[in-house]
């Protein structure tokens, strides 16, 4: 019953973007769409923010919290760094050297685990594993699409998260030169997260998630992926994972979120 129960509390924590993202798929007005942002985590923050880039329609962050504030500045900026106290966001632009600028990222992102009480070596994996999603966006997103990277560090969680706004999981697939394609976006959503299929076929290729789930294993951490219109949340323990495949309104391109606890 345990296990069960904080299966539902790391899924709660995204239902205000997975309630938006209806909305926007359902209604096709050009109405403004009101978003509270209080209280939500940083995963389902930027997924609010992907959606946003993917309908003409106006968001109104109706709220003054600290999420609504980083909301609303998300949306109007795209500075290439932001940093506020144990929180940080990365916009890595396309095409450009940026290579530095992630480094320094993760990092910070290693030093706030660090300070924060994760020992020196699940930090090291960490870290780690939000460079290589990032440097990731560079090939699977497609040509000139930008990555957007975060961070935050709170009492005893973390959430770690990559997005951008490229051409999605199955959209990668589909251009692949694989004879066999996935069906649909669930599906595409099982290949790359737990069947580590490469869209290059190369079975040596496709470790970016394993990366993923193997740098969550010494903590308590769940992994969510968004794209197209799906999500897979996947709960990683010690000796084995499980996942849960659900169909949601559509998000272009991809975000993955990570949140820790110790």
């Avoid at 320094?104 to 930090?123: E, K, M, P, Y």
């Avoid at 090291?124 to 990731?136: P, V």
């Avoid at 299929?197 to 951490?221: E, H, M, Y």
Wanted: contains cysteine.
């Amino acid at each position: 019953m345990q296990e069960h129960r904080e299966a539902l509390s790391f899924q709660q924590r995204f239902a205000r973007s997975d309630d938006i993202a209806a909305v926007l798929a359902a209604d096709q007005s050009h109405q403004s769409v009101r978003i509270d942002a209080s209280g939500i985590g940083l995963g389902a923050l930027l997924e609010l923010l992907m959606l946003k880039r993917g309908t003409h329609r106006a968001v109104t962050v109706a709220d003054a919290s600290s999420r609504g504030r980083l909301l609303r500045r998300l949306l109007k900026s795209s500075l290439p760094y932001l940093s506020e106290g144990t929180r940080g966001v990365l916009h890595r632009r396309a095409e450009r050297e940026s290579e530095d600028a992630t480094n320094d990222f993760a990092d910070s992102f290693r030093a706030q685990l660090v300070a924060a009480g994760v020992v020196t070596t699940a930090a090291l994996r960490l870290s780690g594993a939000l460079h290589e999603l990032l440097t990731n966006v560079d090939e699977h997103a497609g040509d000139g699409v930008d990555g957007l990277g975060a961070f935050e560090v709170l009492d005893r969680e973390a959430w770690m998260v990559v997005a951008d706004s490229g051409r999605g999981v199955l959209g990668g697939y589909q251009a692949s030169p694989l004879a066999d394609k996935p069906a649909d976006a669930e599906q595409a959503l099982k290949w790359a997260v737990i069947e580590h299929r490469s869209r290059t076929g190369d079975p040596a290729r496709g470790t970016g998630f394993q990366t993923v789930i193997q740098s969550v294993r010494s903590l308590d951490g769940c992994v969510r992926v968004r794209s197209d219109n799906a999500s897979l949340e996947l709960e990683q323990e010690a000796d084995r994972s499980r996942f849960l495949l659900r169909e949601q309104g559509k998000l272009r391109g991809f975000v993955v979120s990570v949140l820790l606890r110790w």
